[in-house]
């Protein structure tokens, strides 16, 4: 069973910067077909972040774009997402994800196995 762990959030204020890391038990590069994260703020739906396909393909929702970056190091079995100009609205927890055959970049169901999430809070 693969086991997925994150780590790196925090409270910061905005405009600061966060580096979350995921780091994946039992995992071998080929496996899967592409790395997510995902954001779930209270009352709302997660929603998909980030997402870095097995040739290297990133994906950003548009929120994000320019300001997020999601990166992986297969050696260390770890995804990065690094976060930049953080704003009051990026405030969640986030998860990452992993998928063996994702169509749909951004769709929770689509991936397989999950992380217990990390608490990002970003104050005005």
């Known amino acids: 069973q693969v086991q997925l762990v994150e780590s790196g959030g925090g409270s910061v204020q905005s405009g600061g910067s966060l580096r979350l890391s995921c780091t994946a038990s039992r995992y071998t590069a080929s496996r899967f077909s592409t790395m997510g994260w995902f954001r779930q703020a209270p009352g709302k739906e997660r929603e998909g972040v980030a997402a870095i396909e097995s040739d290297g393909t990133t994906s950003y929702t548009d929120s994000v774009q320019g300001r997020f970056t999601i990166s992986q190091d297969n050696a260390k079995n770890t995804l990065y997402l690094q976060m930049n100009s953080l704003k009051p609205e990026d405030t969640a927890r986030y998860y990452c994800?992993?998928?063996?055959?994702?169509?749909?970049?951004?769709?929770?169901?689509?991936?397989?196995?999950w992380g217990q999430g990390t608490q990002v809070t970003v104050s005005s």
């Open positions: 994800a992993a998928g063996e055959y994702v169509a749909d970049r951004f769709l929770p169901l689509e991936y397989n196995y």
